[in-house]
């Protein structure tokens, strides 16, 4: 990432849209991938699968969380909330990056919850 902070780049931009997308990935594969598994998982009463679907997808949207925090600490010193720069946007969308992939983790969490649970009913 740009440590200059004289503007951002490409790579920077690149990133950040990557953190952004994180969680969604994360949560769009715990959802697709364990309602695809379910059923062999029930058959063979065993979990375990579920919750490996829901670990990945639980680190992907702590990775976008981290990249997403990662952008919005280096922004802090020198955007403004009401500016107009590249830079300002930046530290917007890091900043809903960041809390948009802690809610999903947090989703992620209270569905393993409930697969530990209830898993087969």
């Known amino acids: 990432?740009?440590?200059?902070?004289?503007?951002?780049?490409?790579?920077?931009?690149?990133?950040?849209?990557?953190?952004?997308?994180?969680?969604?990935?994360?949560?769009?594969?715990?959802?697709?991938?364990?309602?695809?598994?379910?059923?062999?998982?029930?058959?063979?009463?065993?979990?375990?699968?579920?919750?490996?679907?829901?670990?990945?997808?639980l680190?992907?949207?702590?990775?976008?969380?981290?990249?997403?925090w990662r952008r919005l600490s280096s922004l802090r010193a020198v955007a403004v909330e009401n500016g107009g720069r590249d830079i300002d946007r930046s530290y917007f969308l890091a900043a809903v990056a960041t809390g948009m992939n802690m809610l999903i983790a947090l989703l992620i969490i209270t569905t393993m919850a409930s697969q530990l649970w209830s898993r087969c009913e």
Do not use: E, H, R
Request: with cysteine; aromatic share 8%; net charge negative.
């Open 1 to 57: 990432m740009d440590t200059t902070l004289q503007g951002t780049n490409d790579i920077d931009l690149a990133w950040l849209l990557a953190a952004f997308a994180a969680g969604p990935a994360g949560w769009a594969l715990t959802q697709g991938a364990g309602y695809a598994i379910v059923k062999p998982a029930c058959a063979s009463q065993s979990g375990f699968l579920l919750g490996i679907i829901a670990l990945i997808g």
């Open 59 to 68: 680190m992907a949207a702590g990775a976008g969380a981290w990249l997403a």
